[in-house]
């Protein structure tokens, strides 16, 4: 991995872009009860309501994309930034257009702040999904291969075009270390998302000749591999954030008691073709590929020059995920 560099300095004085999102609620939550963090900054778009701010944190609303970031920088002496802003799953009145101004527009501005005002350490939430939905993908993939973002798929592509920008950013100006984490598919008690919704089907699609496998990653395992980061132990670099292992669809199906309906690939092209067109479903054609051809994530680096190993397995943060759902009253699992 020839873009790793030395161990990134220990945080003393953070700030969370995205702080009151999914991700950025666990991390606060644990940096502001982290004995080595003297400051803490969480700027998030929307206003936390004051019965969930949590005492010690500085609460800042701000735009990811507003130029004043770099002031907010300066004014709290920031050493290490932690951008989580993102958007992963779109609301209804979203456009591409405005995902690209925040993913790709917004991360250029934090890279422009943290150089303006010499951040000493940038940590970056990635996404497997910049290596891409294709058929030629590697059964595993590490962080030597290819970034090839699809641009059919607004996320994948803005993913892939920010990794370009952070290693661009890496060669003209080293002195700003990064670490960025790939994530994969992240599950915890209270994931809600388009992939949690494909478990929750009375039979799971599969695609004929395709095992569409998954790698997963508790939420708290995220947590804990920013806190590594962030910890003054962990080496800058690019490093996959997955667990260890991989579930096919039918070894999904098989946990959940259902039974899977395998549709060759032309057949579900076509349906999702007429209800894209009819308007009866978010999805068009394009979504074949985001189900056959899954980004495996491979977990090595990671474990052994980032220094962090995921507490879950791939299947033990989907057992999990199921052990969660049947304690909520909303079970995934069929019934006995």
């Keep these: 991995m020839s873009e790793v560099l030395e161990v990134a300095p220990a945080a003393r004085r953070v700030l969370v872009t995205g702080a009151d999102g999914f991700l950025g609620r666990s991390l606060v939550q644990a940096l502001a009860q982290h004995a080595g963090i003297e400051h803490l900054v969480a700027v998030d778009v929307r206003e936390v309501p004051a019965e969930r701010r949590l005492p010690g944190v500085v609460y800042v609303v701000q735009d990811v994309r507003d130029a004043a970031l770099a002031d907010t920088l300066s004014l709290h002496t920031v050493d290490t930034v932690v951008h989580l802003a993102s958007i992963v799953t779109p609301g209804k009145g979203s456009n591409r257009a405005f995902e690209y101004a925040v993913d790709v527009g917004g991360t250029h501005n934090v890279i422009e702040a943290c150089l303006a005002h010499r951040v000493a350490h940038l940590v970056v939430s990635s996404s497997g999904a910049a290596y891409g939905y294709h058929a030629d993908n590697p059964a595993w993939l590490t962080e030597e291969h290819a970034l090839r973002g699809n641009e059919v798929f607004a996320y994948a592509h803005h993913k892939r075009l920010v990794e370009e920008m952070l290693a661009e950013a890496r060669a003209q100006h080293p002195a700003l270390q990064q670490t960025v984490l790939r994530i994969g598919t992240i599950l915890g008690e209270r994931v809600d998302n388009q992939i949690t919704a494909l478990f929750e089907k009375p039979r799971l699609i599969a695609i004929a000749g395709s095992d569409s496998p998954f790698v997963f990653i508790w939420d708290e395992d995220v947590t804990g591999a920013i806190l590594h980061a962030l910890s003054g132990q962990g080496r800058a670099g690019c490093y996959n954030l997955a667990g260890d292992g991989a579930l096919t669809i039918h070894q999904i199906a098989q946990r959940l008691g259902k039974r899977t309906r395998v549709l060759p690939a032309g057949l579900l092209r076509t349906l999702l073709r007429i209800g894209s067109a009819l308007g009866v479903s978010r999805y068009g054609p394009e979504q074949l590929d ?47």
Aim: charged residues 25%.
């Design 290 to 336: 985001f189900l056959r051809y899954r980004p495996v994530l491979l977990n090595t680096a990671l474990k052994t020059r980032f220094g962090y190993t995921p507490r879950k397995t791939s299947a033990q943060a989907f057992d999990a995920f199921v052990a969660a759902r049947d304690a909520q009253g909303r079970p995934v699992r069929r019934a006995p």
